[in-house]
């Protein structure tokens, strides 16, 4: 019980802050499993099998982004129900039977899983080959590229199990759990990576499996975690189909899972732009990459505070809470922006050059493509974490749509720059996408949030 946090009373910056930092440690190391495959790749298996991991980006975004979304907005609703549940047990104590919306909303989002993991299961598999040939994929990585996201597609249940898992203990407020388990995880696939490819030789395969079984690792540390959450002994038929929680449910993760899949879609359009440049600069774009997959982990953490802190308040009935924790919020991501962007520009060259072998011809140029991607991105990104912190504010509240539709304004940016910007000014235009994406995506959310609070 002491690990479930209740986020409608106590300090708001303080608590999102006890929240987020478990978690932003826990992304840290979820990272480092893409972090780690990426750094074996291009220093035990050369610059082809790191050119191929960076064609599979936006694939696997595309895949696990919706994983993602669809269980984060069933949080939402199990948020929701805990924040009401514990605002009720306060004023009196709730009579016997009232209490279990909050253990049949983690139910009915246990069953929408299930099916939804079969389903994309075997969509993932069978559009593996076509997505890789329409981003044109050059013709000496794409057996590279196929083989590791066919292992990863098989792997979509486990990671339906964890991120479900992870998104109900963070909805009840416990960020350590998530924290553990995906600390153990790291280790696993760190050690995985390192036998599977370089021991048993099993090349980008390996890299693959590593992450599956690491991932696994995870969602059983998760479901130990859930078997031990305080349910109430007075629940009666919390295992019944509730249609009220099951289609909030539906309303909340569909458009959040679509999201990411906008977001995806958009970013295997720049993709497709990528490939185009060529090996070396695919090589050097996928180290950048990987370097601001990871200083973003801080803002996605603030994001899923936000959220839970939101949801609870909500279900509550603290609209001013909300509100007072929103403006702490974005006054503690755009300082830790601040403190990304620094590391960005003055270490991003050295890490870049970790990832890289070869001629030193092509490392320098590999290495000053990734560094000029790197240097756009940090004079911009406070407005990344204030695109997490504000969307997932909304999305705690109650909205997907705008949202989802925040993320359509992302992906109008990044394909316009990326098929006519790059024709005028190179590789320029694909970055200034990316920034430009953030920031119509956050002027719609900023006026979307002023309208809500006011009604």
């Known amino acids: 019980m002491g690990r479930i946090k209740d986020m409608t009373e106590g300090r708001p910056g303080k608590l999102i802050l006890e929240f987020a930092l478990p978690l932003m440690l826990?992304?840290?190391?979820?990272?480092?499993?893409?972090?780690?495959?990426?750094?074996?790749?291009?220093r035990a298996l050369g610059m082809h099998a790191l050119a191929a991991l960076g064609v599979t980006e936006w694939i696997t975004f595309l895949l696990f982004g919706f994983v993602q979304g669809v269980t984060q907005g069933f949080s939402v609703v199990i948020a929701r129900c805990f924040g009401a549940q514990r605002a009720g047990m306060r004023r009196e104590r709730l009579e016997a039977g009232e209490d279990g919306s909050c253990r049949q909303a983690v139910f009915m989002g246990a069953c929408l899983c299930g099916g939804m993991a079969a389903l994309f299961t075997v969509l993932g598999e069978m559009a593996v080959s076509p997505i890789l040939f329409w981003l044109k994929t050059p013709q000496e990585i794409r057996g590279l590229s196929e083989a590791y996201l066919r292992i990863l597609c098989g792997g979509i249940p486990i990671s339906f199990c964890y991120n479900y898992l992870a998104a109900v203990l963070r909805a009840l407020g416990d960020s350590k759990t998530p924290l553990q388990a995906m600390t153990a995880s790291s280790v696993c696939n760190i050690v995985l990576d390192l036998i599977f490819v370089c021991v048993l030789g099993w090349g980008i395969r390996g890299a693959a499996a590593a992450t599956v079984a690491a991932q696994a690792v995870a969602a059983l540390l998760c479901f130990f975690q859930t078997t031990r959450l305080p349910w109430p002994a007075s629940e009666r038929g919390w295992r019944r189909i509730n249609r009220r929680l099951l289609g909030d449910e539906l309303r909340m993760g569909i458009p959040m899972g679509l999201q990411s899949c906008i977001t995806a879609t958009g970013g295997l359009v720049v993709q497709a732009?990528?490939?185009?440049f060529g090996v070396v600069f695919l090589a050097g774009y996928t180290a950048a990459n990987r370097i601001y997959g990871l200083l973003e982990t801080a803002a996605s953490s603030y994001g899923y505070a936000m959220a839970s802190y939101a949801g609870q308040n909500q279900g509550a009935g603290n609209g001013k809470r909300i509100d007072e924790g929103l403006r702490v919020a974005l006054q503690i991501g755009v300082v830790t922006a601040g403190l990304m962007s620094a590391i960005m520009v003055c270490f991003g060259k050295g890490i870049l050059d970790c990832f890289l072998t070869g001629d030193s011809g092509t490392i320098r140029m590999a290495g000053e493509a990734g560094y000029r991607f790197l240097c756009v991105?940090?004079?911009?990104?406070?407005?990344?974490?204030?695109l997490y912190i504000i969307r997932s504010c909304v999305q705690g509240m109650g909205n997907a749509f705008w949202p989802m539709l925040s993320s359509m304004v992302q992906l109008f940016m990044r394909v316009s720059c990326a098929v006519g910007l790059t024709?005028?000014?190179?590789?320029?235009?694909?970055?200034?996408?990316?920034v430009l994406a953030w920031m119509g995506a956050d002027m719609l959310l900023a006026v979307v949030y002023q309208k809500m609070k006011k009604d």
Do not use: K, M, S
């Not at 732009?273 to 185009?276: P, R």
């Open 423 to 434: 024709a005028l000014i190179g590789e320029w235009g694909l970055y200034c996408g990316e």
């Open 377 to 386: 991105l940090a004079l911009f990104f406070p407005l990344l974490y204030v």
């Open 273 to 276: 732009v990528v490939n185009g």
């Open 26 to 42: 826990g992304n840290v190391f979820q990272q480092l499993y893409t972090f780690v495959d990426t750094l074996v790749a291009g």
